[in-house]
């Protein structure tokens, strides 16, 4: 088992290039459906917790504390809606692997668990409402499945990224029902919501690193 | 679109140190966070704090709302965007008085949460305590039944000054949120997009509009209104803004209001009173007294184009508020 503070750090720098090569792209949805800021917004948010990556967290190996740091960071940099958001996601999920600078399968199966759950708390949004819930919960839905039936946390996350992007592409035939887009009501249609983009840039973002590395 | 700015990213940073340095009779940016603004004077002992905020380009929105009269403290989001809780706490912290800090915001998700967070914080941290009044005056964002989920819009403005006034004459917390609460339950708006904005970062339209096209039902931050339409004339206009609005809050004949004819950031001041002058006729019409008129720019989405018009329904408390004095930056009555 090699998923160590380093690897957890790998994880954010490419949230930190996933999000920055894909700014213009998560602004263009956002413009459809919202004020055309979403990869904007990410991007300020990012690049804060790549500076704390460089400064304050460059030779952390307390995993909860990174993630900790991070959704703190982002949070502060952004505000937004998308700042509480991923921010509650990342304290959830650092709260489980505190003090740890090592993380078992079973370690990271509670971090995204804790994560979604704390997102799904703080928004308040269903699945159908055209959020990023609807790529987060049936990731969620399929970790839980696939981990509990083979104890294999590399194979059952990469099937629940599979989910995600199921779930963010379903999201183009909903209409929205929370945020500024609600009240655009069949307008709204066609369009992949940017936030269920973002989450699942997110998402594919750690199975890269998780298949690079050894784990059981 | 063509911006006077220098680097796109640092707008809001380089906006608040030209603001604070232009009106340090009445502004100070706290040391503790730099997006946390609050009045210069010293406020009394007992008074309720007002706090303001939202995100940056709604301009004189937040920030220029800050003096006597108004609110004693604002925290700066990024472009269109809710502040984090960090400046909203920090803010809290300066200018409460041991009476408690109430907060105005408008009902947006990121506000809701952020503004959320920080009045547990206060709270929990600094034991000072938080009311927290909520606008919801745009009529176009929900229908009737569902106004807890309408949006603060230009009206907010008006939530504000009652609140800021209350607080002024030495209301408690409970009564502060009392007024500022049936402020907004007496406040309606209705807005009309011509012209898109665009934010600093990307140059691009926030929405597209054909040359003889109207958004009706603006969203303030460029989004999309709830209808498009031909673009009519400044009096057919008005009558569908007042129109709206009236079949949402009636007034009848004797009532009286105070009416907020708002420019969103490129509309000029002939357009906005050509708007008043048929809003005035409407009034007239049925009745209804215009006690006191605000027209100009209010709450702005950038440089976006249109106006909105917003009625507030006076009884003799909000009366009194609403003429009481203010002295901010960007807003002084006298």
Avoid at chain 2, 94 to 114: E, R, T, W
Avoid at chain 2, 234 to 241: E, G, I, N, T
């Amino acid at each position: 088992m090699s998923f160590t503070a380093k690897e957890l750090k790998a994880f954010l720098q490419s949230v930190v290039d996933t999000v920055e090569e894909n700014k213009d792209y998560l602004s263009e949805l956002d413009r459809k459906l919202g004020d055309g800021d979403h990869g904007v917004t990410m991007s300020i948010g990012w690049q804060a917790v790549q500076e704390k990556l460089q400064g304050e967290l460059h030779d952390e190996e307390n995993c909860g504390k990174i993630s900790i740091t991070a959704g703190r960071t982002f949070l502060s940099a952004v505000g937004s809606t998308v700042g509480p958001l991923y921010a509650t996601g990342f304290l959830r999920g650092g709260k489980e692997v505190q003090g740890k600078t090592e993380l078992s399968g079973e370690d990271l199966y509670n971090f995204w668990n804790a994560f979604i759950e704390g997102i799904k708390e703080r928004g308040q949004a269903e699945v159908g409402d055209k959020t990023m819930v609807d790529t987060l919960q049936p990731a969620l839905g399929t970790l839980k499945l696939e981990y509990e039936k083979s104890g294999d946390f590399t194979g059952a996350f990469t099937k629940a990224v599979a989910s995600a992007k199921e779930g963010m592409e379903s999201t183009k035939d909903l209409l929205s029902k929370k945020g500024r887009s609600s009240r655009l009501g069949e307008r709204s249609l066609g369009n992949q919501d940017p936030g269920a983009t973002s989450s699942y840039l997110i998402l594919s973002a750690f199975e890269s690193v998780i298949t690079s590395v050894q784990t059981v | 679109m063509k911006k006077l700015i220098n680097n796109p990213n640092h707008v809001v940073e380089e906006m608040i140190d030209g603001y604070a340095k232009a009106h340090p009779q009445h502004v100070r940016v706290l040391s503790e966070n730099s997006r946390s603004i609050v009045t210069a004077r010293e406020t009394a002992d007992g008074k309720v704090g007002v706090l303001i905020g939202g995100g940056s380009g709604h301009e004189p929105a937040f920030m220029g709302y800050v003096g006597p009269g108004m609110a004693d403290g604002v925290a700066v989001g990024n472009i269109f965007a809710s502040p984090p809780p960090d400046p909203i706490l920090e803010a809290t912290k300066a200018i409460d008085k041991g009476a408690g800090v109430i907060y105005v915001y408008g009902n947006y998700a990121g506000d809701l949460m952020n503004f959320g967070m920080a009045a547990e914080l206060a709270e929990l941290e600094a034991d000072i305590q938080v009311g927290k009044v909520i606008v919801t005056d745009d009529v176009a964002s929900a229908p009737k039944e569902e106004k807890e989920k309408r949006r603060g819009i230009a009206g907010e403005f008006f939530v504000t000054k009652v609140a800021g006034a209350a607080s002024e004459k030495g209301y408690s917390l409970e009564d502060v949120v009392r007024v500022a609460n049936k402020a907004n339950d007496q406040t309606r708006t209705m807005g009309v997009g011509l012209s898109p904005c665009s934010l600093p970062q990307t140059g691009k339209p926030s929405f597209e509009l054909e040359e003889n096209e109207m958004e009706i039902g603006l969203g303030h931050h460029g989004e999309p209104g709830i209808e498009k339409g031909d673009l009519q004339p400044a009096d057919q206009v008005a009558d569908r803004l007042v129109h709206d609005i009236l079949a949402d809050m009636p007034l009848g004949e004797g009532e009286k209001v105070a009416v907020l004819v708002n420019g969103l950031g490129s509309t000029t001041k002939m357009e906005l009173y050509i708007v008043f002058r048929r809003v005035e006729q409407i009034l007239n019409e049925k009745g209804i007294q215009i006690h006191r008129s605000f027209v100009g720019d209010y709450s702005t989405s950038l440089e976006m184009g249109g106006c909105s018009v917003t009625l507030i329904k006076l009884d003799d408390e909000l009366t009194e508020f609403v003429d009481a004095p203010a002295d901010c930056p960007m807003y002084v009555q006298r």
